[in-house]
Structure formats: structure tokens, C-alpha cells
């Protein structure tokens, strides 16, 4: 065996070692990819539920908060642009929607605590505790959603991944983001003057 042959012998090796580690790397950038699918599906899962308990919600408080329709309506209209950004996949308009839905149901809540027998209705009780356990779930799942996220376009650019996920159009996904809004502290003296 002669030093071509050790030569050719190496070179195979290193093609060999190299295309399987071309295949690990695109295995691991599938999964996340994969991972990331399966959290924002966890989210959408419970969006409908929720957008399918809001109106019931509603209809319990028009009974009681007639002079509040403004309120109501707002929390109906931030619901529909919720659906839309939900279906339509725009993870950034979502997040905006979101945070004026959000924003609804805490008003909601607060006008809600001036009207005494809203407040000791079971079926408002039921569906605001249903609600709130929804709030409660969406933000662990988009939390979950941006880990995946996150772990997924630092593992596109680094390097040689950033060459197989080029070679074969992995692309980064956008992180489930609400407003400053949302972030900002309550204003407790603002809540309580008046």
C-alpha cells in the first residue's frame, strides 16, 4: 500500500466524516424548526380557545354594564385582529393585538368591580376565571414559543450550521413580542384617583 493509497484512503474518511456531520447538522436544524411549529401551534391552540369564550364573556357583561358598551366593543374589536393575526401567521401583528386585548380585558376587569351583581354572577365568574387561566397559559407557551425561537436563529448563525441552513433555506422566525405598553408598570394612583 503506497502513500497515494493511505492518501485517498484519508480523503474518503474525511468525506465521509464530513457528509455525516453535513446530516447531523441538518437533522438538529429540522427538529428546531420542528420545535418552533409545535410551540406556536401550543399558542394558537389556545388563542381559539379564548377567542371562542370572549364573546360569551361579553354578552354576560352587556347584561349588567350597559353604559360601558365602548369598552365591550373594543374588547371585540382587539379579539378580531387577534383572529386575523392568528391565521394569517404575522407573529409581529399578533403581538400588537394582543396587547390591546389585553389591555380590554384589564379594563373590562376593573369596570367590572362597580357593578356588584356582575361581579356575583357565576357564569361571569366561570368565564373570567376561564379566561384569566387562558391569559395565564398563552404567556407560558409564548415564552416557550421564544425559546424555541431564540434557539433556532442563534443556531442558524453560527457557524458551519450557517452554511447548511443556507444551503438548504433555513430561515430565522420572529419572537412573539406585546407593546411597552403591556411591559410598563400599572399606574396605581391613576387607578385609585377619581
Not at 72 to 85: G, I
Not at 112 to 140: C, G
Request: glycine letters at 6%; a negative charge; proline letters at 3%.
Amino acid at each position: 500500500m503506497g502513500l497515494g493509497d493511505v492518501l485517498l484512503i484519508v480523503l474518503l474518511v474525511a468525506a465521509i466524516l464530513l457528509i455525516v456531520y453535513g446530516i447531523v447538522i441538518y437533522n438538529h436544524l429540522v427538529a428546531l424548526k420542528h420545535n418552533v411549529a409545535k410551540a406556536w401551534s401550543n399558542i394558537d391552540v389556545l388563542l381559539k380557545q379564548r377567542h371562542d369564550e370572549l364573546p360569551k364573556l361579553v354578552e354576560v357583561c352587556k347584561q349588567y354594564m350597559g353604559y360601558e358598551q365602548e369598552t365591550l366593543e373594543k374588547v371585540m374589536q382587539a379579539r378580531a385582529r387577534v383572529a386575523a393575526a392568528r391565521e394569517g401567521g404575522d407573529v409581529p401583528a399578533l403581538g400588537q393585538a394582543e396587547t390591546q386585548l389585553r389591555l380590554g380585558l384589564g379594563n373590562l376587569f376593573a369596570l367590572a368591580e362597580a357593578y356588584p351583581d356582575l361581579k356575583a354572577n357565576t357564569n361571569f365568574q366561570h368565564l373570567a376565571d376561564r379566561v384569566t387561566a387562558l391569559e395565564n397559559s398563552i404567556a407560558d407557551r409564548r415564552e416557550y414559543y421564544n425559546e424555541s425561537v431564540n434557539l433556532n436563529n442563534v443556531r442558524i448563525e453560527q457557524f458551519p450550521d450557517v452554511i447548511v441552513a443556507r444551503k438548504f433555506g433555513f430561515g430565522p422566525f420572529d419572537l412573539l413580542e406585546f407593546a411597552e405598553e403591556e411591559k410598563a408598570d400599572v399606574d396605581l394612583k391613576g387607578l385609585f384617583a377619581g
